[in-house]
């Protein structure tokens, strides 16, 4: 953890939770505790309506549904499948399994190049204006601001 890193590094917190028990001798895995710590620390996940209709309707028009998150894939994938949202996407891509996040102009690349798209035929929804609009926008993708 003590290395130099750009300023769109991501950190995965499965190392961070490794080490907290390699240093506390605690007798739990990382994903255990990475877990616990998501219930602990979290009231409820909640769908914005209308989200799965919205995805497979999208589908069905012929569109690739990509997810390209700042997120943590110790939470996040479980918590797509848990959702019924996982088998909706055509493709994931999580910055903590990158090492970066947006709206650094590497992780939109690495979705261009894993999934064979191209900036001008793509849009990008979001709903945060620096990482997913600006981030978006810098690379030639259309944005949308929810």
């Keep these: 953890m003590g290395k130099k890193r750009d300023k769109f590094?991501?950190?995965?917190?499965?190392?961070?939770f490794s080490e907290i028990i390699a240093s506390h001798n605690a007798k739990i895995s990382a994903n255990e505790l990475a877990t616990a710590f998501r219930n602990l620390s979290m009231k409820r996940l909640l769908l914005f309506p209308?989200?799965?209709e919205t995805l497979k309707e999208l589908?069905?028009?012929?569109?690739g549904v990509y997810l390209l998150s700042n997120a943590q894939e110790c939470f996040t994938r479980t918590e797509l499948e848990d959702m019924g949202l996982l088998e909706l996407f055509d493709g994931i891509i999580l910055s903590s399994e990158e090492g970066v996040k947006k709206p650094s102009e590497r992780i939109f690349d690495r979705a261009f190049v894993q999934f064979g798209i191209s900036p001008?035929?793509?849009y990008y929804v979001g709903n945060d204006?620096?990482?997913d609009v600006y981030g978006a926008s810098r690379v030639g993708i259309k944005t949308i601001y929810i």
């Design 9 to 16: 590094h991501e950190i995965d917190l499965i190392e961070v």
């Design 50 to 52: 209308s989200v799965k």
């Design 59 to 63: 589908r069905t028009l012929g569109a």
């Design 120 to 122: 001008s035929d793509s």
């Design 129 to 131: 204006l620096y990482d």
